[in-house]
């Protein structure tokens, strides 16, 4: 059994990882509280009983779960029982929170310093006791888009953020409907590549088409470290901004969700 101990305010990440490991080893062999627990059954009961069946227990260690009495409960239960070789603890660290004193001195996952991808990687490779695996596509995205419009809808401020862990490489394009002279656009920390960042007709979707301006910065995106642009309108025609979407790869980019703040 594979027990995912976590906070209920961390499952944005943590339920693509026990959806990816249910995939793999069966959802039987997954204890998520998504799917183990139902209706009418005793929490504490059924928790204890999933501690009982489990060889590897994953403690998503953040801020949420560290002041979670649940939580704890149940990392220092399977701490005991890893004393007694009973089952295999691994923490997977989620955020910028301490880890506890006691699990200093073990090896963990780190998902804030190196990425979804390589956490989940990671995790089925301590389950198979390999070296590598294959992952599949994603459904968390850590980059978030903020923005506030004015109502003539002529200047926006925007932010990107990461939510969760940093991500080294910071390429963006921001998408309009606006045409190239309609469109300005300032950031304190702002670099262009070498030629025009104004691209036009970028396929978006299968059934959307925009035009975008590309930007990056030399920095990594970094959780509390957001990346702000100004935009305003060049004319009098106001903007019509659409987006934000991420380099992930050599001639790829995708959307990142766009929130209104």
């Known amino acids: 059994m594979i027990f995912l101990s976590h906070n209920y305010l961390d499952k944005a990440i943590v339920e693509p990882i026990a959806i990816n490991l249910s995939r793999v080893f069966g959802m039987e062999n997954v204890f998520y509280d998504s799917w183990s627990m139902q209706p009418g059954e005793g929490i504490i009961d059924r928790m204890n009983q999933g501690l009982e069946e489990c060889k590897y227990f994953f403690f998503f260690v953040s801020k949420n779960s560290l002041a979670s009495n649940m939580v704890k409960l149940e990392w220092q239960n399977a701490l005991y029982k890893a004393t007694q070789n009973k089952v295999k603890l691994i923490p997977v660290k989620l955020d910028d929170c301490l880890m506890p ?17 390589y956490g989940l990687s990671q995790i089925i490779d301590v389950i198979n006791n390999k070296n590598t695996f294959a992952t599949g596509v994603q459904t968390y995205e850590n980059i978030r888009a903020y923005f506030t419009e004015t109502a003539d809808k002529k200047e ?104 209104p703040h």
Do not use: H, W
């Open 156 to 259: 926006i401020q925007l932010e990107i953020r990461a939510e969760t862990y940093l991500e080294p490489i910071s390429q963006y394009i921001l998408l309009f409907e606006n045409s190239k002279n309609e469109v300005k656009i300032t950031s304190p920390e702002l670099l262009n590549p070498t030629g025009d960042p104004f691209m036009e007709n970028i396929t978006v979707t299968n059934n959307y088409v925009c035009n975008g301006i590309y930007y990056y910065v030399n920095r990594a995106t970094v959780p509390k470290f957001p990346i702000r642009f100004t935009i305003k309108s060049a004319t009098d025609i106001p903007l019509k901004f659409m987006g934000v979407m991420r380099t992930v790869g050599e001639n790829s980019a995708r959307l990142v969700p766009l929130i």
């Open 101 to 117: 004193a006691i699990l200093i001195q073990t090896l963990y996952i780190d998902i804030y310093g190196k990425g979804l991808e």
